[in-house]
């Protein structure tokens, strides 16, 4: 294309393009243009006079046969993605350029806004416009839109701090929910269990059951009188009755008491 530029600011004329184009050529381009003048020679072929034969005979040999298959693959699976709005564009038209296309507005149009990012897709596709630039600068407009908005990751750091966050926006901790009751009733044991683990505790002083020897209930007393002697237990469990004991210390009282 920079060669066809520079051909039409100084008029060149077809017999003078492809000498003034290889004049240009160095390296392996030019060892490529000199082996390929000696073998048409060789062959008999004609020599390359035009610039149309000059570009084929490039395109044979230095862009490969796929070449316009991977063009076209990238043109339907282009999308904006990072890129500006600009830039998106540019990129499409350069890949619509080197394919050699020559697309209607409308489908120009439906394969840029196909490309486009949902956010800018959304607002755009509401507003009038009548070809592919206005399109443009529509899409350019809402791009800068978003841009001022402030993000919400943004909006949270710029106004609450770790400890505003901690205790929520009101200036109150966020209360944690309540223990289930349903979780201490489960940790404690069951009624049975327990009964079964005191019921095979034996006491070796009375020889009963559920409870050990400091806490038997069955504690003697001795009582010494002269040569008698009488036990009495607890009065939880054997002690006698309030009325027998005020009858024994009656009968103590009427002793006669000798010298």
Avoid at 139 to 156: A, N
Wanted: charged fraction near 30%; glycine fraction near 4%.
């Amino acid at each position: 294309m920079k060669v066809e530029q520079l051909f039409a600011c100084h008029n060149t004329s077809e017999e003078n393009k492809v000498p003034l184009a290889t004049l240009s050529f160095q390296g392996y381009a030019f060892y490529w243009w000199t082996s390929l003048v000696r073998k048409r020679r060789i062959h008999g072929d004609p020599p390359v006079e035009y610039w149309n034969d000059l570009k084929s005979a490039l395109r044979k040999r230095h862009i490969p046969s796929y070449y316009e298959r991977e063009l076209m693959d990238k043109l339907q699976r282009l999308r904006q993605g990072i890129m500006s709005v600009e830039e998106y564009r540019q990129q499409m038209e350069l890949l619509l350029l080197r394919a050699g296309l020559r697309e209607e507005k409308r489908t120009s149009i439906a394969r840029f806004l196909i490309g486009l990012n949902m956010e800018v897709r959304d607002k755009v596709e509401l507003l009038p416009y009548r070809d592919l630039d206005d399109l443009v600068q529509l899409c350019i407009w809402v791009e800068q839109q978003l841009k001022r908005k402030p993000t919400s990751k943004s909006y949270g750091s710029h106004f609450y701090s770790k400890k505003d966050q901690g205790q929520g926006i009101l200036g109150v901790a966020p209360s944690k929910p309540k223990n289930d009751k349903r979780k201490t009733i489960e940790k404690q044991p069951p009624k049975a269990s327990m009964q079964e683990k005191t019921s095979s505790i034996k006491c070796f002083k009375c020889l009963g059951r559920r409870h050990i020897v400091s806490q038997c209930p069955t504690k003697k007393i001795m009582i010494m009188r002269g040569q008698d002697i009488y036990s009495s237990q607890d009065e939880v469990t054997t002690s006698p009755s309030s009325s027998e004991s005020e009858e024994a210390k009656g009968e103590e009282s009427s002793e006669k008491i000798y010298p």
